[in-house]
């Protein structure tokens, strides 16, 4: 499986970025797509993520009302709107694929990025102030 994320950029805040992530390989996505960041000297953080078969989605706090994940099944595609950003969204942002067991093993780790196997490679998202 292969990810490729794209879409980021230099933007000022109160900006907007589209994140794409294709997905390539045999069952490219297997339960869920979820994206990180990683901000300059910070750990990785969960931003959201999608189920694929149903489309359920999943915020952070901070991402809630700004940032919207979809995905196209038939392209095997995943995409990040992210609308009035702010200067504390600048970093590093990835997309990756999660292997979950049912609805109940999602719903209790789908935040946990060690339950994602496989990445892009991210793509930098700058905001300015």
């Known amino acids: 499986v292969q990810l490729q994320a794209s879409g980021g950029g230099l933007v000022q805040a109160g900006g907007s970025l589209r994140l794409s992530c294709a997905a390539s390989?045999?069952?490219?996505?297997?339960?869920?797509v979820g994206w990180f960041r990683q901000a300059p000297g910070k750990d990785r953080e969960f931003v959201t993520a999608i189920t694929w078969r149903s489309g359920s989605r999943s915020y952070a706090d901070y991402a809630k009302g700004r940032f919207t994940i979809s995905r196209d099944n038939t392209k095997s595609m995943g995409y990040l709107e992210m609308n009035s950003l702010k200067p504390e969204d600048t970093g590093v942002y990835y997309c990756?694929?999660?292997?979950?067991?049912?609805?109940?093993?999602?719903?209790?780790?789908?935040?946990?990025?060690?339950?994602?196997?496989?990445w892009g490679q991210g793509t930098l998202v700058t905001v300015s102030s």
């Open positions: 390989g045999r069952a490219a996505v297997t339960y869920a």
């Open positions: 990756a694929t999660g292997s979950f067991s049912n609805d109940f093993d999602y719903a209790r780790d789908y935040t946990n990025s060690r339950r994602y196997g496989y």
